[in-house]
Every structure is written in structure tokens, then in C-alpha cells.
């Protein structure tokens, strides 16, 4: 497909478990984005690839929070020890460049659900 | 800190009564405003990109201008099918590290509902 491809769609996880989110860029896109999206709200800025190098991680919440582009393509964002308020819609984004060419393109996200 | 503020938070409309959405921003340097339209269940899809002030951009029933503190989302002429969440998000140059920055600031949405 052209577009960014995220899986799973959804995932419903007990509380403590870890779940892995992976995203599909759009071919040779650089860069690649991960936003975590409350009920409501606007996307709101995880963590940053440059390729394979996480150029930005200060959106990630907590330590339990990891991201990992090895290839500089795919990527995961995992979640350990879920809690209840990690909750949300995560949206993954890439775009071809980083200063022009910068339109983000948007997977349909993976909706996570905490019990 | 980026700040994006968008008014108002819900609009309904009659198909064919045109409207506004409104989107406030302060930002240390602006390297580009977004808007986005998002429906229930998918991610946000890509309409406008504006980066400078006094620029416009048309597309169909939309139109988006920029001023240097505001973007407005014009839509004449509004049918059923632009009933969906338009978000606005900012892009600085700068960080708040002072480093770089790619990142995109969104806001809250307006939840436009057109009814036929």
C-alpha cells in the first residue's frame, strides 16, 4: 500500500502486560513520528526518527515507554507494564523529509485498551 | 512552550451555510501551520500546509489563510461529507531545548457536523 501502515488496529491489554505497536512508513520517508491521541484531544508528541537514529524522545511519558527504528524503516513503540492511563489511540507519521518536505502523513493508529 | 487553541470546539451547520474555524497559536518561530481533517476511527488526513503569514491555500470547499498569531479554515458551501474533526498544529523551528525541532503541536479540534 502507499500509505503509513500501523498494526495492530487494536489491541486490548490487562494491566502489567507489554504490548508492542508497529509501524509501516511510507516508502523512503526519513522521518517517522509517533503521537499518543486521549479520547477528544489532539495528537499529542511522542518520539522523533531520523532515519534509525531517535533524534527526540522528550514526549515519551515514562521509562516504560520505548521506541526502536533499527533499519530506519519499521518501527516499534513498546509499552511495558501497561497502566490504565497508557489508554489511548497511537498514531504513527512519517514524511519524506525533515526541514522541506515535511508534510506528516498519518497511519489510522492502533487504539489500546487497558483493563 | 508551543501553544495551539482552537475555536470553537463543536459548530453544526446547515449544508450549504458557510463558517469558519478559527486556530490561535503562539510559537517561538514558525515553521509551518497544518491542518489536518480526521474522521472517527482514522488518523489524520493531511489538507493544508501554510508558512507564512498572508498565505492562502484552496482546496474544493476549503479555504485556509494564516495571519502571524491566527489560521482560519473557511468552508463554503458545506455538504454532509465534510462533517468530520479539523485539527490545526503548529511546527516550530525550535525546540525547547533550543535544538531543533519536527515535531508537530496540535490542538484540541472543532468537530464539524453538516447537516443535509
Known amino acids: 500500500g502507499a500509505g503509513v501502515s500501523q498494526s495492530p488496529r487494536y489491541k486490548v491489554a490487562k494491566r502489567g502486560q507489554d504490548v508492542a505497536l508497529r509501524c509501516d512508513p511510507i516508502?523512503?520517508?526519513?522521518?517517522l513520528f509517533w503521537y499518543q491521541q486521549a479520547l477528544g484531544q489532539g495528537p499529542e508528541f511522542l518520539t522523533y526518527?531520523?532515519?534509525?537514529?531517535?533524534?527526540?524522545k522528550s514526549g515519551l511519558p515514562s521509562d516504560r515507554f520505548f521506541a526502536e527504528r533499527p533499519e530506519g524503516s519499521v518501527s516499534t513503540l513498546k509499552i511495558q507494564r501497561t497502566q490504565q492511563e497508557d489508554s489511548a489511540v497511537y498514531l504513527c507519521?512519517?514524511?519524506?523529509?525533515?526541514?522541506?518536505?515535511?508534510?506528516?502523513?498519518f497511519g489510522a493508529g492502533t487504539r489500546l485498551s487497558v483493563l | 512552550e508551543d501553544q495551539v487553541t482552537q475555536s470553537p470546539e463543536a459548530l453544526r451547520l446547515q449544508e450549504g451555510e458557510s463558517s469558519s474555524l478559527n486556530c490561535s497559536y503562539t510559537?517561538?518561530?514558525?515553521?509551518?501551520l497544518f491542518w489536518y481533517r480526521q474522521d472517527p476511527g482514522k488518523g489524520p488526513e493531511f489538507l493544508f500546509t501554510?508558512?507564512?503569514a498572508g498565505e492562502e491555500k484552496e482546496k474544493e470547499r476549503l479555504k485556509a489563510t494564516l495571519t502571524k498569531k491566527e489560521s482560519f479554515l473557511h468552508i463554503t458551501a458545506p455538504k454532509p461529507e465534510d462533517s468530520a474533526t479539523y485539527l490545526c498544529?503548529?511546527?516550530?523551528?525550535?525546540?525547547?531545548?533550543?535544538?531543533?525541532?519536527?515535531?508537530?503541536?496540535f490542538g484540541k479540534g472543532t468537530l464539524l457536523t453538516v447537516n443535509p
Open positions: 501554510l508558512y507564512s
Open positions: 516508502s523512503g520517508h526519513v522521518s
Open positions: 498544529a503548529v511546527q516550530a523551528t525550535v525546540g525547547e531545548s533550543g535544538g531543533s525541532n519536527y515535531k508537530l503541536t
Open positions: 526518527f531520523q532515519n534509525e537514529a531517535q533524534l527526540d
Open positions: 510559537v517561538s518561530g514558525l515553521r509551518g
Open positions: 507519521a512519517s514524511s519524506l523529509g525533515w526541514v522541506t518536505k515535511n508534510i506528516q502523513y
